[in-house]
């Protein structure tokens, strides 16, 4: 660590020399072999990227939202699918610490700070996205704790988590309010991998699924009880929220550099493609929109950090604005760069899957307008 930076804080300096080194000249070789080697994770867990958002006490950063802001626009910009890797772990360092009266909260703790297990979060399910509330993997009780039963979809570091937070309906039919959060080991007899998806891009994200065949936990692995479970999970959500407009920033700024030191190399018609004003303006209009995205995350960053009302509101707008600007000033970027801006050796075209991924991560740019249009209207 640097002495000179603050308790808790990342090393800037040795974030860019990992993701020189250990992140950028891998990731295309990532994106053919559907999945980030395990030692990658260790390496970032030994700068402090496993251990972003648990309190200094329990040996993590602490960071607030604002910082994390930066941190995450940092890694995506080497690579947005392994940036989005690290939030749902972070996410559920978070929750661990949260949970005073977890019984294995110290010692899960250690081993997620530390790297040595990876977590993931598991809502979503084949049938159940958008309408989270209306999961049917169930937890029944049992003598000795409960038994799960059923199937996650597009689950993130589905490859590597050894520590799941799996969310299951204890009362179907109840919706949301018999929904529980259960810690679950991924080693669990019973919990099956699936995957990893064939998708667009981005592929190290580790997106899967798993399914549970009637796996048996312990009473002591309720996380969340049912009436509570549910609204941390929407906590859990929101936060996340505000990091996926991280990302987009990440790769917009990326494209954006990437497509302005190449219209300022390349020659055409006897001039820099960067004196054609109609490039020129391309590129400005994408400026503005990083410049907007930029400014409105930061917004809900400080929203959610202070707990200020209308934060959900807030925060939808980020989300809603950052995706729509990071897919299109890809797009544009790409334009820019001519027919070079589709090879898998530029980021770009990796990016631009990345920032598809931005409308769906932590609830759909449609779920966004629904909650604009809640406060708009009802
Ligand atoms: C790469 C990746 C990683 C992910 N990681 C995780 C993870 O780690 N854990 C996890 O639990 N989930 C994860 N997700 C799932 C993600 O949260 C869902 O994709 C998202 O909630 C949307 O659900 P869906 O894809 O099932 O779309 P659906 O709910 O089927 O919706 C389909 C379309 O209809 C729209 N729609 C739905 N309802 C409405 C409505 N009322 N009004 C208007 N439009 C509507 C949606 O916006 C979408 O465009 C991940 C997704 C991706 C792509």
Same mark, same amino acid.
């Given at each position: 660590m640097n002495q000179a930076l603050p308790e808790g804080a990342i090393d800037d300096l040795a974030l860019r020399r990992f993701l020189r080194t250990e992140v950028e000249p891998h990731a295309e070789h990532w994106e053919h072999d559907r999945r980030v080697p395990r030692a990658v994770f260790d390496r970032a867990a030994e700068i402090g990227l496993c251990a972003l958002m648990a309190p200094y006490e329990d040996? *993590?950063?602490?960071?607030r939202l604002p910082e994390l802001v930066d941190v995450f626009k940092t890694i995506a910009y080497g690579d947005m699918g392994f940036a989005f890797a690290l939030i749902p772990h972070n996410n559920l360092c978070a929750a661990i610490a949260a949970?005073?009266?977890? !019984?294995h909260r110290d010692a899960l703790l250690a081993r997620l700070v530390t790297g040595e297990a990876l977590g993931a979060f598991l809502l979503t399910e084949p049938q159940a996205g958008t309408h989270a +509330?209306? @999961? +049917?993997t169930t937890a029944v009780e049992t003598a000795t704790g409960w038994r799960l039963t059923g199937e996650k979809a597009w689950i993130t570091n589905a490859p590597h988590s050894d520590i799941l937070r799996v969310y299951a309906q204890t009362?179907? *039919? =109840?919706g949301s309010r018999g929904i529980a959060a259960f810690i679950v080991e991924a =080693?669990?007899? *019973?919990v099956i991998r699936l995957g990893p998806y064939d998708m667009l *891009?981005? /592929?190290? @994200?580790?997106a899967g699924g798993f399914r549970f065949e009637d796996a048996e936990i312990g009473t002591?692995?309720?996380?969340s009880p049912p009436g509570v479970a549910y609204r941390a999970a929407m906590d859990s959500i929101g936060l996340a929220r505000v990091l996926v407009c991280a990302l987009a920033l990440g790769v917009l700024e990326r494209a954006l550099d990437v497509a302005t030191e190449r219209v300022k190399s390349r020659h055409a018609f006897g001039a820099r493609? !960067? %004196?054609q004003q109609g490039l020129r303006w391309l590129l400005a209009d994408v400026s503005t929109d990083l410049e907007a995205a930029r400014a409105l995350t930061m917004n809900a960053a400080r929203a959610i950090d202070e707990d200020l009302p209308g934060s959900m509101v807030t925060t939808a707008h980020a989300k809603k604005f950052a995706a729509r600007a990071a897919t299109r000033g890809l797009e544009q970027c790409m334009q820019a760069l001519g !027919? %070079?801006?589709?090879?898998?050796? /530029?980021p770009l075209a990796r990016h631009l899957a990345g920032a598809k991924m931005t409308h769906y991560l932590d609830g759909s740019t449609e779920a966004q307008n629904l909650v604009i249009a809640k406060a708009l209207f009802d």
């Open positions: 040996g *993590g950063r602490g960071l949970s005073d009266d977890y !019984a +509330s209306s @999961i +049917s009362e179907p *039919g =109840s =080693s669990t007899p *019973g *891009g981005s /592929h190290s @994200i580790g002591d692995q309720m996380l493609l !960067a %004196d !027919a %070079d801006g589709l090879r898998q050796s /530029h």
